[in-house]
């Protein structure tokens, strides 16, 4: 038998024969409680202090997804640094004035973004398309995955996300000359490796490799461990893990709800070693090398309320055309809700999708998914249920169902491709009869970001892509077209389009649409006029 309490290293006969008795040299590790603690604390006095170390061409991880999770105080301190210059800026966003990125592009001292989706700075998209800064357009779950990677040791991996799109060819200029657009492209997009897998189109990225990485989490130990708060975990995660200097920022902060309202919330903390349960810690402290307490508030992008019992009865200020647009918005949105079923989990783009939750059908019920990193997200908040650490991939306020999880982007990407989602509803620019869709940008003249919109149509075997839009751009020409002429999101990849005119189903494999629906009060002849290419019409067609 087996001694129940051996040293360490020992020799422990196993059986008995005859001839001899057989021993195995069996060790055992563990830690004699009388061995203190490791005592060295990772808190340093000051977030001045702890950035010293930053230096000109550092490649620089942001964490954060809108305002949710941003370390600015870490970035107030970067920015005293003003010969601190040619930073690689890597986040999911450009910032937005004065927050995240953004203030470094205030002070001059970024010179390249790899970002998903930076079209909600403004600034930093008029300094692209002038050529004064670099951009590295990247899908959103391929980013995180790009990060992980590093972290794990991997220098690069096969996604189907971006094939046979502008981030396969490399088609998206990384920077213009200057002057801008007119004047030609001074470095040009990255064009990928591609390889087929099972008869499908993969493309290879490559990993990113972080200097330095700024984090805000929730609560923080001495030793580094650190735990997020709801939708702040977003990049906090893959980006902590990433960078050859991790340093995060915890605070007792106050939100700030659109300059007016405040808001206290649960206080971060940095806490002693051992306050935080092992079951609860997202990133362990051996990724992380600093921790400071943040002076910076909590700040919210959008504040979106649930709507008041008084407000219902309330005049409209929208002009006529503005209450036309509105109602055809709300009618597309209601009959794309038919197409949810009882226990669907579906991904909702920003925009006119948003709508579709208030039409559900009587009995149905669905767990929506938010690419920021929530599954069972809720309706809008109250006044006093507005949280800084709770928002849609539209940055805006959210509250959560009972039977949420929350996660990392890279959960949430996985998630996603792995075709774990049913169905994804999103608006777009254009679709050709074949499926394709377009909805990240114009060239020369705007640049919204690809966001999760790659990710979330590179699966559509598993995961039905469902296209809401209005029928026509705003100067009347069509958006349903027999090929697109914008970069593409995803090619084959819709299977219906739902317009305020009609319903079209879409036949992938033979590129091919049929009109299956006409809206009320629409002939055949309109969506004929209106449409840019042929198409088949049902037998029996059916009003709405």
Not at 163 to 178: K, L, M
Not at 238 to 252: D, F, G
Not at 393 to 407: D, H, N, R, Y
Request: proline share 6%; charged share 20%; aromatic share 6%.
């Amino acid at each position: 038998m087996l001694a129940t309490c051996v040293p360490r290293a020992t020799l422990v006969p196993v059986f008995k024969s005859r001839a001899a008795t057989v021993f195995l040299r069996a060790r055992w590790y563990s830690t004699p409680t009388e061995v203190p603690l490791p005592n060295k604390s990772k808190v340093w006095a000051s977030a001045d202090e702890a950035v010293k170390d930053v230096k000109s061409g550092d490649v620089l991880l942001c964490g954060g997804f809108g305002l949710a999770g941003v370390p600015d105080t870490l970035l107030a301190a970067l920015v005293k640094r003003k010969e601190v210059t040619k930073l690689t800026g890597v986040s999911n966003n450009a910032g937005a004035g004065d927050s995240g990125l953004g203030k470094l592009f205030n002070s001059k001292q970024i010179d390249k973004v790899v970002a998903s989706y930076p079209g909600g700075n403004k600034a930093f998209e008029a300094l692209y398309l002038k050529g004064e800064v670099s951009l590295e357009l990247c899908p959103q779950g391929t980013l995180v995955e790009r990060l992980r990677a590093h972290a794990a040791g991997i220098p690069a991996f096969f996604t189907p996300t971006g094939a046979s799109t502008a981030v396969e060819d490399g088609a998206i200029p990384v920077r213009y000359n200057e002057g801008g657009f007119a004047n030609g492209v001074k470095i040009p997009g990255i064009k990928k490796e591609t390889r087929e897998f099972g008869g499908r189109k993969y493309i290879m990225e490559p990993a990113i490799a972080g200097d330095v990485a700024f984090v805000r989490a929730w609560k923080v130990d001495e030793v580094g461990n650190c735990v997020f708060r709801y939708a702040q975990q977003n990049f906090g995660t893959v980006m902590a893990k990433n960078a050859k200097l991790t340093i995060v920022e915890v605070s007792r902060g106050v939100v700030v709800v659109c300059q007016k309202l405040m808001h206290s919330l649960q206080a971060d903390e940095i806490v002693p070693t051992g306050s935080l349960s092992p079951n609860a810690i997202h990133v362990p402290g051996i990724y992380v090398d600093r921790v400071v307490l943040a002076t910076e508030p909590k700040r919210i992008e959008f504040t979106k309320l649930a709507p008041s019992p008084s407000s219902s009865g309330k005049q409209s200020t929208l002009t006529p055309e503005q209450e036309t647009a509105q109602k055809m918005r709300h009618r597309t949105a209601k009959r794309a809700a038919k197409e949810l079923k009882d226990g669907y989990y579906v991904n909702l783009g920003i925009g006119m999708p948003t709508l579709i939750p208030g039409y559900l059908e009587p009995g149905v019920s669905v767990w929506l998914q938010s690419e920021n990193g929530i599954l069972g997200m809720g309706p809008y908040p109250t006044e006093e249920q507005v949280d800084a650490d709770l928002i849609n991939a539209g940055k805006e306020t959210v509250t959560l169902l009972p039977g949420a999880s929350i996660f990392d982007s890279s959960e949430s990407f996985a998630m996603i491709r792995g075709g774990h989602v049913d169905v994804s509803i999103l608006g777009a620019m254009q679709v050709s009869q074949a499926g394709d869709i377009a909805n990240f940008m114009i060239p020369g003249k705007l640049v919204k970001g690809i966001g999760g919109a790659m990710d979330l149509v590179s699966n559509p075997d598993k995961t039905k892509v469902i296209v809401t839009m209005e029928h026509c751009a705003k100067d009347g020409s069509p958006k349903i077209l027999k090929e697109c002429t914008l970069p593409l999101t995803g090619a084959r990849t819709v299977s219906q389009i739902i317009t305020e005119l009609a319903v079209f189903d879409v036949d992938r494999k033979n590129g091919h649409l049929e009109l299956v629906e006409l809206q009320e009060g629409v002939t055949l002849d309109e969506v004929k006029a209106k449409t840019g290419c042929d198409f088949k019409v049902r037998k029996g067609l059916s009003k709405l």
